[in-house]
C-alpha cells in the first residue's frame, strides 16, 4: 500500500491540500474538507513530511514585476545561509512559470541560473516589466 502525506495550509484565496507521494508532490489544489484518496494509498496527516513544499512557497510572495535574491528567499524562509539550496530548488521546478523562479535573481541584481535558459528568464522578466501593475501579496510560505 502507497502512503500519501498530506498537509492543510491557509492562503488569502482559501485553505490550500498538499499531498506528497514517493514520487513528490502529487496534490496542491483548494481544500474542500476531502481528498480523494485511491483504494491502495494510505493517506496519513503530516505537516513535516510537507514541510520542504510549504517553505518553497515563498516563491508565490515575489510580486509580478518584482525581483528578489536568492538570498532574501533564504531569509524569508528563516534560513539564511541557504542560498544555494534555493537555487537548487528553483533549478528543479516544475512548475516554473506559475511559481515564478524567473523572478530569483543574483544578490548583485544579474541573471543566473534557469531551467529554461538566460534568455528565457530574461524575456519573461521584460515582459513583466512591460505589463506590470501594482499587485497583490498572496501572504503565503514561509
Excluded at 496542491?28 to 503530516?46: K, Y
Excluded at 505537516?47 to 528578489?68: F, K
Excluded at 544578490?107 to 530574461?122: E, F, H, T, V
Aim: charged share 20%.
Amino acid at each position: 500500500m502507497e502512503s500519501i502525506y498530506f498537509t492543510r495550509v491557509p492562503s488569502p484565496a482559501g485553505p490550500l491540500l498538499l499531498a506528497l507521494s514517493s514520487r513528490g508532490l502529487m496534490r496542491l489544489e483548494f481544500d474542500r474538507g476531502r481528498h480523494a484518496g485511491c483504494n491502495g494509498q494510505d493517506w496519513q496527516e503530516s505537516a513535516s513530511a510537507l514541510d520542504p513544499w510549504t517553505r518553497q512557497r515563498a516563491l508565490l510572495d515575489i510580486p509580478y514585476g518584482e525581483t528578489c535574491s536568492y538570498r532574501d528567499i533564504a531569509k524569508a524562509i528563516a534560513h539564511p545561509h541557504a542560498f544555494r539550496a534555493v537555487g537548487m530548488s528553483n533549478n528543479r521546478n516544475p512548475i516554473a512559470i506559475v511559481v515564478p523562479c524567473h523572478r530569483v535573481i543574483a544578490s548583485d541584481g544579474s541573471l543566473c541560473g534557469y531551467g529554461g535558459g538566460l534568455d528565457i528568464k530574461r524575456k519573461l522578466l521584460d515582459l513583466e516589466q512591460t505589463h506590470s501593475q501594482p499587485s497583490l501579496r498572496l501572504g503565503i510560505g514561509a
